[in-house]
């Protein structure tokens, strides 16, 4: 009945004192999504929900950002405004096209740096892609999901690439 909405998103607090943690309040309008494909993608970050996301009492909800509050510790805030919150919608709209091609080309041409690089945030075994974004992708093993952020936003599939590869690179590395 009442759209609006909130979330707090907290950094990792660098010492002892809670104020000094970096924190993001966003406010927007919350509503049901209902698009199968959205629900086909979250499905393949959170497997386990797939024993409860057919129950008839289960929506996905979208929050449209409106505002946020910035705090980056003691005394350090900052208000953004919508337009410094969303993505470039025409670099968004790229990657949304491509993810799928390059989900499968990863899995299908991929599997062993999938799996190498999944292995240094979880168990070995075949990992394999499930999503990703101009922020980042998420590799899964079974019902773990792990996410790897890009160094920067991605604004075409060559960066994209070029993020993956450096991923590798520094899982060869390690």
Request: with cysteine.
């Amino acid at each position: 009945a009442e759209p609006r909405c909130s979330v707090l998103v907290t950094g990792e607090q660098p010492g002892p004192n809670p104020q000094t943690t970096p924190r993001l309040t966003i406010t927007g309008l919350a509503e049901p999504e209902p698009d199968p494909a959205l629900k086909a993608r979250w499905l393949a970050l959170h497997p386990y929900a797939t024993h409860y996301a057919d129950l008839p009492d289960f929506t996905l909800w979208r929050i449209r950002p409106t505002a946020a509050i910035f705090v980056g510790g003691f005394a350090s805030a900052t208000r953004l405004k919508t337009t410094e919150l969303l993505p470039d919608p025409t670099h968004a709209a790229t990657i949304s096209s491509a993810e799928a091609a390059i989900i499968a080309h990863c899995n299908n041409d991929h599997a062993d740096a999938l799996a190498l690089l999944g292995a240094t945030k979880g168990p070995t075994g075949p990992w394999r892609m499930v999503a990703t974004d101009l922020d980042g992708c998420d590799l899964a093993l079974d019902e773990h999901v792990v996410r790897f952020p890009w160094s920067a936003p991605v604004a075409d599939t060559g960066s994209l690439r070029g993020e993956l590869v450096r991923l590798v690179r520094a899982a060869r590395e390690g």
